[in-house]
């Protein structure tokens, strides 16, 4: 890769990872959500990793962090429905909102997203979500990048 | 002002994930000093002021889950990713 871009990438893709993760802060309340932003953020480190290589790229992300990161998202996720399965019946029940009136108020305050929008677990879900989706999508080019430096040494 | 701690929190913890996994390898010719990280903070300052708070948000001109963001790569590659 020339010059150029190996100057410029890594500062851009640092203010696209954070645009990634301003968009999955607003998903209640904006366009965007937790798929958005994380494709975003997944664009952030692919955009490093293409340009520096695997090896080079200033963002090490190893096969145990991602393993890890992707697994909290899902457990994430799980562990919101299932909180909502055990205080009020319905799986993935928005306990911090409670529109039907069915759960305690300090329950309701400890899932209530604090915001000024009355959002309940929203947020959590598309934060849980975002985290997923930007493991995702950066493991497949990790992984085909990889795949084709040990296809390329093969054949040499 | 009112400071919603939500996008604050959130933002840095991802922030700060991600920061942490910011390591230059010893062998690699590419070297990123304080002065990237400087313009890196300014220019997403001005990013942030443009983008506005999220609507409904009373907590000041700047986008918050953003600037948080970046401080917590900021202090993530400081503290943990060397």
């Known amino acids: ?156 | 002002m009112i400071f919603y701690t939500g996008p604050l929190v959130l933002g840095f913890l991802l922030g700060f994930i991600l920061g942490t996994r910011i390591k230059t390898s010893p062998e690699s010719k590419l070297k990123f000093d304080r002065e990237v990280y400087a313009i890196v903070v300014i220019v997403s300052i001005i990013v942030a002021y443009f983008l506005g708070p999220f609507p409904y948000y009373k907590d000041g001109p700047f986008a918050s889950g953003f600037v948080s963001a970046i401080v917590g790569i900021i202090i993530g590659k400081l503290t943990l990713g060397r």
Request: with cysteine.
């Open chain 1, 1 to 156: 890769m020339s010059i150029i871009l190996k100057l410029f990438v890594f500062p851009i893709s640092l203010i696209i990872i954070c645009l990634g993760i301003n968009t999955i802060l607003g998903g209640h309340i904006t366009p965007g959500g937790g798929f958005q932003g994380g494709a975003m953020i997944a664009g952030g480190l692919i955009f490093c990793i293409v340009v520096y290589g695997l090896k080079e790229s200033p963002f090490k992300l190893s096969h145990n962090f991602l393993a890890s990161l992707e697994s909290a998202g899902a457990l994430g996720f799980v562990i919101l429905g299932l909180a909502g399965l055990f205080f009020s019946g319905f799986y993935l029940y928005n306990l911090g909102v409670d529109l039907y009136g069915i759960v305690p108020v300090a329950i309701q305050a400890i899932f209530n997203y604090p915001d000024p929008i009355n959002a309940g677990i929203i947020p959590y879900l598309n934060y849980v979500v975002g985290i997923k989706v930007l493991v995702g999508l950066s493991a497949v080019v990790i992984a085909f990048l990889g795949s084709d430096e040990v296809h390329g040494e093969n054949k040499q």
